[in-house]
């Protein structure tokens, strides 16, 4: 009599790796982990603390996020609170509004550009004349 073996069970296809730690309820411990980030906790939303959090790699993460949509919606919120806190404190994280943080936010995503006069190299032109008069 022939002894079955895993290889030799139909429909069988043996384990590799350890057994994940997914669980269904994954996308809604981000909420809980949001919970720990924040100005006043002094700590940044991402993927690396969630990972953290979660005791996994992040690479596990990224592996979860392209198996189970729901994760990597999950994942994208932790971006946007992100990028939200970013925002916020690069604008009104001190005293005043910082202006630099401000011109990199409308450059990189409002498709705003400082502009520079190429045509004249900065230097002062001469003042136009029209029909014989000077416009000055």
């Not at 290889?7 to 996308?27: A, I």
């Not at 809980?32 to 690396?48: A, V």
């Not at 189970?68 to 994208?76: G, I, K, N, T, V």
């Amino acid at each position: 009599m022939k002894k079955m073996t895993n290889k030799t069970l139909p429909d069988h296809k043996p384990q590799v790796g350890r057994p994940t730690k997914y669980t269904p309820d994954m996308p809604a411990k981000v909420d809980e982990y949001l919970k720990t980030c924040g100005r006043e906790q002094t700590s940044l939303p991402i993927i690396e603390g969630f990972a953290i959090f979660l005791n996994v790699h992040k690479d596990t993460l990224y592996e979860w996020a392209k198996k189970y949509p729901e994760f990597s919606d999950a994942l994208d919120k932790i971006r946007i609170y992100q990028k939200k806190q970013l925002i916020d404190d690069g604008i009104y994280g001190g005293k005043e509004v910082n202006s630099t943080i401000v011109k990199l936010l409308l450059m990189n995503n409002h498709g705003m550009m400082e502009r520079k006069d190429i045509t004249s190299k900065e230097k002062r032109l001469p003042t136009p004349i029209y029909n014989g008069k000077s416009t000055k």
